[in-house]
Structures are given as structure tokens and as C-alpha cells.
């Protein structure tokens, strides 16, 4: 019986313990020539059958300690992919070790997968190849138990064309030529701390990279180095504030690489190498909070992990959590608290999109038969953060639950977790307060729909201007309008506006006449900070302004990371006018698009999986 809903993988009667990868990366024909050895440990007796999860996997070969074994791929399922069953030569008893060697290809529709060609990369010249395996797209690269519940060490070497490198998320372990191809090279990664698979992390260009701490070095094409380097210059600073929170780092390196424009997330928290939106290199500091938010990922997520999907919330809200924290230390607690504020917001949007029943926006969801890709949303991360802040509040203030939080992570490190776990573990923590963790209406928190049960009340000293300016212009009649003036932004901070621009997006659109005086007085359409243009694109389209339509499909496509994109696509589809014109413009761009981010495009656009661009 396997108790992950988004797995086929039985690891109630085996479990991984390392993955030995060889990896070739043909650009040619958009595969990973691939042979995989499993080292399994067996958790029964008479063990001689496994099945392991594979998605679009041309499977060669199987062997067990290199004797061939007997293989059947089972029906395909939509998201799942499709079971890998083994049954091995011989039987083991419980605790033996088996080596499980698979030669396969991957597809080159491969979901993990996006494959570049030169023009889609900055320097035009070289193909370009990264994986996004979180959460389930791991068995599209590597037949594997791809469940968060099973951590295994891995080994990798990878050969590619000898003018590109090869990144992945371990501590690189030296390279030499190819001896099979004299036009290639192999790179070798090691990742000696166990983790989960969907940490399996590739990212194959034509790659440099700059040091900027005496752990971390940013990885980029060459174009964007500098400013990357710029861009992430206080990361040993936020690596060191996180350590004094959580405890040591145990990954040893701390890199982060900037991705070409479709990469489709802000950030992911690859183990010794962060992969980051170019997004992010705005020139505004007010984006860092993403790598905050993936160097916490270190202590939640990588060394303690959810068991499965549907205990995503305590990845995210508890990363959340610790980003919140190390911004307190840098900038201050009315600076966690505007942040806060902000993040209640952004699971107002989540529960309004999804509708306040939805199933999908309980803290813990049951995934039976629901694509992780179609669940995401902010609910982890902010109802997530929600619950811990509140908890603070009730076990006595920030430095109290930071005691809890650390002495969680040093408890579970290593292993993964349910919501049970952690929550009888607050309990044992708090030993001497259960009457008042008793109060807590946990059944609301954890499986109810829609909004908390309890709303905290978060200081407003650095929202009062985002709120007094919008309720101007919400107020604001014709005649008022000329007395808005440049210097009202001015005084505002980039975070600041981003709150602004998000509290309009909350109430009714602003007459159309609003907007452009706005535009006038403001010139947002300046702004190249993406979370203030994504906010203004949307609100100038949700006005019905027909000027800020191809600008906003030109943000939807220039970039793909979807907690932009598919907004964008959306705003402009439901503006009647202009919804055909969405649906082209996405069909235009799909066959460039990340594979996951044109799927869930494709499904917000109610595009038929038959529609090609060429109808
Ligand atoms: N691990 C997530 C990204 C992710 C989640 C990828 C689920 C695939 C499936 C990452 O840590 C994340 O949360 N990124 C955010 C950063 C933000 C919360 C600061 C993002 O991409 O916007
Ligand atoms: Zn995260």
C-alpha cells in the first residue's frame, strides 16, 4: 500500500538510499541518454518486486546486481505517468541491499524539461537545457520512488557538449573529457545529504559564474553575471542571519544560478544551488526576499521535509515563516509585520480565485487524484504562515516560536513529515501551554475552506501610506483628480508600492479615467520591477484600458514565471474584447513555453489540448 497519493512507488516494502546517475545531454534530438543505479534497501522479507514512478521514460534495460531483470510499465496515468514494475532475480531479506541499474532515455516532451534553442537564450549561439522536478516532474528525468517521504544521496556524471557546463543541485566533484567523444566533457556532482528526489536539479548552457561569498558563487550566461552578482551581494549575510535562527548549514555550498526568462517559479531551492528567476535582477532590492525565502528552504523543506504534497504547507508556510524572520533581522520588526500583511492579502486572492469552498484552499488538501501543479497556490504559504504566526502570539512572541521552530527542524532534520507530526510535536514542545494550544480551533485551520478562523492583527505602520493613497484615489471623484501628484509615489518605497497597487487590485476597478491620470502623474509604465508592473498591467486591464492589453500579453510572454504570467493571461482574457486575443497570443508562444507553464496557461484560457497555433 503506498500512502502518497502522487506516487505509484511501494515504499512501505523498499526505500532508496542513493541514485548513481550517468547522464548524456543530447541537444540534437532534446533527450538525456541515461543509465540510473538505485541502491534499495528492502523493509520486508522475501522482497523480490518494486515499482518505481516514470513519466514519458524510454526504459531500455533493468538489472539487479547486474543480473537482468524482468520489467512491464504499467497504464499511463494523466499526471502520475506511468508505474515501473521490477521484479528481481532473487529475493531479500529485510535490510539487504539491492543495486537496480535502469538504462533509459526521457522524452523530449519530458515535463521536468525545458530545451532551449540558441535564439531563445541571451547570448543567441549556444541550446540551453534545465529540469524543474518539484513536485512531481522527477520521473520524467529519472525512474525513481518519486515521493518527498523517501531521501537518498546522489551521484551524478554528465556529459555534454564540450563549449557548455553542467550545474546541478550538489557540490561539483571535478571534470575531464569525455573519453567516449573527444567533443564532449563530463562533469561529476556529488550530493552526500540525503533528500528527496524532487530536489533532482540540471541545468545544462553556456554558463559562468562570478564568486560573491566564501560560500556562494552566482551562476549565469555571461550577460547576466555582473548583475547578478550586484543583484545577490548580501547573500552570506542572509545565509548568516538564517544560521543564527535555525542552526548550521549543512549543505555545504550556497550557489545561486539566474535561468533564462521561462523559468517558471521566482525561486527553487535546488540543495547548493538556488535557481532564481532573471526577474529578479531589477536593480531593486525589494526582490530579495525570494532568496531569503530559498536559503530558509535549507532548514524547511530540504533538511526536514513534507511527507507528501498534501503536507506542502509545512515546506512553504514555515520557509515563509523563517524569510519573515530574517527580514526582522534586517529590516526590523514593523517590517515583518508590513510583510505579513501583504502575505494576508495574497491568500485573500488565493481564496477568491478558488472560491471560498474550495476544497483546494484547506491548509492541508487531500491530493487523491489532484494534479500538484493545479493546487498551488498561496494557501500553503500564507494560510501556512498565518497558523505559525498566530501561535506565536499565543506561546508568548517571536523569540519563544523561534525556539519551537528551530528545535522542530533539529528534531525531524534528515527525515519527512505529516502535519501530525509536527503538530504533536508543538504539543510536546509546549508542554506547559497545551490548555492553551487546546483552544486552538484546529479542524478550521487545517481542514476548512477558505479564509482563517482567527485574522491577526499585524502593526500598520508601514501599510497607513499604501492605505491613505489608495483610499484617495478609491475616493477620488473627476474633479479631484488633479490633486495627485508625482511626490505621493515618491515617498513610498518599492515594497510600498506593491502594497498600493495591491490594495486597488482588491476593490472594484477604478474608472478607466482614474487609471490614466494615474499613468500621467505616476508613469508606472516605467517601472521595470516586476512585481510593481505586474500589479499595474493588471490593474490597467482590469480598467478596461485597451493601451496596457499588449503590453501586458508582451509581460506574459517575455517572461513565464507563472505567478505572473498566468494572472496576466487571465486579466486579459476576461476583458471580452480582447479574451480571442489572448488565446492567440498564447498559442503563438506555447510551443516556447515551459511545458507545465503552457498546461496550466492552456486550461486558464479553457484552450482545448487539440487547439495548435496554426487554427
Ligand atoms: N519551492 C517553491 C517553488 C515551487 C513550489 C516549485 C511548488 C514547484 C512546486 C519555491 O521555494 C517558492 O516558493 N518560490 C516562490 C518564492 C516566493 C514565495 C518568495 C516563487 O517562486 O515565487
Ligand atoms: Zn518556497
Redesign the pocket.
Given at each position: 500500500m503506498s500512502s502518497d497519493p502522487c506516487s505509484f512507488s511501494s515504499f512501505t516494502r523498499c526505500v532508496t538510499k542513493h541514485l548513481n546517475l550517468t547522464l548524456l545531454v543530447d541537444f540534437d534530438r532534446h533527450v538525456i541518454k541515461a543509465k540510473v543505479e538505485l541502491t534499495v534497501e528492502a523493509l520486508e522479507d522475501r522482497f523480490s518486486a518494486l515499482t518505481l514512478d516514470t513519466k514519458d521514460l524510454k526504459v531500455i534495460s533493468v538489472s539487479a546486481n547486474g543480473q537482468s531483470a524482468r520489467f512491464s510499465l504499467g497504464p499511463k496515468h494523466s499526471f502520475k505517468g506511468t508505474p515501473l514494475d521490477i521484479t528481481l532475480p532473487f529475493e531479500l531479506s529485510r535490510g539487504q541491499h539491492v543495486i537496480v541499474e535502469v538504462t533509459y532515455e526521457t522524452s523530449p516532451s519530458a515535463s521536468a524539461l525545458q530545451w532551449l534553442t540558441p535564439e531563445q537564450t541571451a547570448g543567441k549561439k549556444q541550446p540551453y537545457l534545465f529540469s524543474?522536478c518539484?513536485?512531481h516532474h522527477c520521473r520524467s528525468m529519472v525512474p525513481c520512488q518519486d515521493s518527498p517521504s523517501i531521501k537518498h544521496s546522489y551521484y551524478a556524471q554528465v556529459s555534454v557538449p564540450k563549449d557548455l557546463v553542467a550545474v546541478m543541485s550538489a557540490v561539483r566533484d571535478g571534470q575531464e573529457a569525455d573519453p567516449q567523444d573527444n567533443n564532449r566533457i563530463i562533469y561529476r556532482f556529488r550530493q552526500p545529504v540525503p533528500m528527496p528526489s524532487?530536489l533532482i536539479a540540471i541545468v545544462v548552457g553556456a554558463l559562468e559564474s562570478r564568486e560573491i561569498g566564501p560560500r556562494s558563487r552566482v551562476w549565469s550566461e555571461k550577460e547576466f553575471v555582473d548583475k547578478a552578482a550586484f543583484e545577490f551581494s548580501e547573500t552570506e549575510t542572509m545565509l548568516k542571519t538564517a544560521e543564527g535562527l535555525a542552526g548550521p548549514y549543512v549543505w555545504g555550498q550556497y550557489d545561486i544560478l539566474v535561468l533564462p526568462p521561462s523559468f517558471?517559479?521566482?525561486?527553487?531551492?535546488n540543495p547548493c544551488l538556488t535557481f532564481a528567476?532573471p526577474t529578479l535582477l531589477a536593480g531593486d532590492k525589494s526582490l530579495s526576499?525570494?532568496i531569503?525565502?530559498?536559503i530558509s528552504?535549507s532548514w524547511t523543506?530540504n533538511l526536514v521535509s513534507n511527507k507528501t504534497w498534501e503536507h506542502?504547507w509545512l515546506?512553504?508556510g514555515h520557509?515563509?515563516y523563517l524569510?519573515r524572520m530574517i527580514g526582522r533581522s534586517l529590516e526590523g520588526e514593523a517590517f515583518r509585520q508590513f510583510k505579513a500583511i501583504g502575505g494576508w492579502k495574497d491568500l485573500q486572492d488565493s481564496v477568491n480565485t478558488f472560491g471560498a469552498n474550495n476544497p483546494l484552499t484547506n491548509l492541508i488538501p487531500r491530493l487523491q487524484d489532484v494534479n500538484?501543479?493545479e493546487a498551488?497556490s498561496s494557501v500553503p504559504?500564507e494560510k501556512g504562515f498565518a497558523l505559525l504566526y498566530h501561535l506565536e502570539e499565543l506561546m508568548g512572541g517571536p523569540e519563544v516560536f523561534m525556539g519551537f521552530v528551530k528545535s522542530y527542524i533539529q528534531m525531524f532534520a534528515y527525515s519527512s513529515v505529516t502535519s501530525e507530526d509536527w503538530k504533536s510535536y508543538l504539543f510536546t514542545y509546549f508542554k506547559d501551554k497545551v490548555d492553551v494550544l487546546n483552544k486552538v480551533d484546529w479542524n478550521a485551520w487545517m481542514f476548512t475552506p477558505g479564509m482563517p478562523p482567527v485574522k491577526p492583527q499585524y502593526d500598520t505602520t508601514l501599510a497607513d501610506a499604501c492605505i491613505a493613497l489608495s483610499q484617495r484615489w478609491i475616493k477620488a471623484k473627476d474633479q479631484d483628480l488633479s490633486s495627485f501628484q508625482d511626490h505621493d509615489v515618491k515617498v513610498l518605497s518599492s515594497h510600498q508600492l506593491i502594497e498600493f497597487l495591491s490594495l486597488l487590485l482588491h476593490e472594484d476597478p477604478l474608472p478607466l479615467t482614474h487609471v490614466k491620470k494615474m499613468q500621467e502623474v505616476y508613469d508606472l509604465n516605467a517601472f521595470m520591477n516586476s512585481e510593481i508592473r505586474f500589479r499595474w498591467l493588471r490593474l490597467c486591464v482590469r480598467c478596461r484600458w485597451e493601451e496596457a492589453v499588449p503590453m501586458a500579453l508582451k509581460m506574459a510572454t517575455e517572461q513565464g514565471?507563472?505567478?505572473f504570467t498566468r494572472p496576466l493571461f487571465r486579466e486579459v482574457f476576461y476583458f471580452e474584447k480582447y479574451q480571442e486575443k489572448a488565446v492567440q497570443v498564447f498559442l503563438a508562444h506555447r510551443a516556447a513555453m515551459h511545458p507545465v507553464t503552457a498546461a496550466l496557461v492552456a486550461k486558464d484560457l479553457k484552450v482545448d489540448a487539440s487547439q495548435t497555433s496554426s487554427l
Open positions: 524543474q518539484q513536485a524532487y517558471p517559479y521566482g525561486g527553487m531551492e528567476t526576499n525570494v531569503a525565502h530559498e528552504h523543506g506542502f515546506n512553504e520557509t515563509v524569510e500538484p501543479d498551488f504559504y514565471r507563472m505567478k
